[in-house]
T-cell receptor, first 114, second 109 residues
């Protein structure tokens, strides 16, 4: 069974630009959750999608958005990038959601904003 | 502001000893509690989940939950050098999950 995949793995963007990150969950998993990890703030929850619907949301500004497709693949978009958005963005896959006793993280996308 | 607190460490434990990692949380309505292990440069890996008061054992790992004291802990028995990593405590409540900043564990050979 293939694991969680994230593309691209590395990305360099300029302030003010927007970026789209992609996450493909484990086959059969309907929940995809997104996280931001920085040295200063640690790991923070962005949002969760389940069966194409956003089910849970963390405390991030509206510049951070996402969506999920019918094949459970998910994308996260960040508009009007700021230097502080530089981080490792992780997605996690689960069959039932963030309360589940199974969560599988992808390798992450390292975003650098200059 | 809901918070999850962990001692950042590093916590140094001799090989073969018991490592004890602790976590406190502020939100009394929290329902689900998790421990993740993260090796340097790698993604987090879920190693334990606990949902009710008491102890839950899985191999060398034991999670302990005390909702009245808003405290969750992870014990690692017979610590091995491969257990050296950062351990993240996570608490789910309402519609979001909050992580502690992690405790760095170093197992001394």
């Amino acid at each position: 069974k293939a694991g969680v995949t994230q593309t691209p793995r590395y990305l360099i963007k300029t302030r003010g630009q927007q970026v789209t990150l992609s996450c493909s969950p484990i086959s059969g998993h309907r929940s995809v959750s997104w996280y931001q990890q920085t040295p200063g703030q640690g790991l923070q929850f962005l949002f969760e999608y389940f069966s194409e619907t956003q089910r849970n949301k963390g405390n991030f500004p509206g510049r951070f958005s996402g969506r999920q497709f019918s094949n459970s693949r998910s994308e996260m978009n960040v508009s009007t990038l700021e230097l502080g958005d530089s981080a490792l963005y992780l997605c996690a896959s689960s069959s039932s959601g963030i309360r589940s006793n199974e969560q599988y993280f992808g390798p992450g996308t390292r975003l650098t904003v200059t | 502001q809901k918070e999850v607190e962990q001692n950042s460490g590093p916590l140094s434990v001799p090989e073969g000893a018991i490592a004890s990692l602790n976590c406190t949380y502020s939100d009394r309505v929290s329902q689900s509690f998790f421990w993740y292990r993260q090796y340097s440069g790698k993604s987090p890996e879920l190693i334990m989940s606990i949902y009710s008061n008491g102890d839950k054992e899985d191999g060398r790992f034991t999670a302990q939950l005390n909702k009245a004291s808003q405290y969750v802990s992870l014990l690692i028995r017979d610590s091995q050098p491969s257990d050296s990593a950062t351990y993240l405590c996570a608490v789910e409540g309402g519609d979001k999950i909050i992580f502690g900043k992690g405790t760095r564990l170093h197992i001394l050979p």
